[in-house]
């Protein structure tokens, strides 16, 4: 448990039978890039039905939502430690924020079409090289 908060830490006093314990920091456990892969894809979907449904509103805060995850699976790259494959996701995180922007103000669907099935078979990818791992 880290003693110094992060963006995401908590504060929780504890009871105990003399009293609270001291402040302690609990940091949640960061979803992993799969889940994140996952939630990314959930947020394009409903976009995709509020966009059905003539709920313009609902479709942009999907679309923020989903940009929202790119940019947070962009920040967390160690460019230090990750390899060659960093530099990579990092251009294809850009280029996902890019169309995710385009889609909303194009309102072009069969864009929308195209980038849940790139960020599908990326997540189809990233659970194959975690199968090849465990193997």
Not at 84 to 94: I, K, M, Q, T
Not at 108 to 122: C, E, G, P, S, V
Request: hydrophobic fraction near 35%; glycine fraction near 8%.
């Amino acid at each position: 448990m880290s003693k110094h908060p992060t963006p995401h830490s908590v504060r929780i006093q504890a009871r105990t039978p003399t009293g609270y314990a001291p402040n302690r920091i609990v940091t949640p456990v960061a979803p992993t890039v799969p889940e994140r892969y996952e939630q990314l894809l959930t947020n394009l979907a409903q976009a995709e039905r509020e966009w059905e449904a003539s709920d313009d509103a609902g479709r942009c805060a999907r679309l923020e939502e989903a940009s929202s995850i790119v940019f947070e699976l962009l920040y967390g790259l160690d460019f230090k430690q990750g390899g060659e494959l960093v530099p990579r996701l990092a251009g294809l995180y850009g280029y996902i924020a890019s169309e995710l922007l385009a889609v909303g103000k194009t309102r072009d669907r069969a864009r929308l079409i195209q980038l849940r099935d790139m960020i599908t078979t990326l997540r189809q990818s990233w659970y194959g090289s975690v199968e090849k791992f465990k193997g």
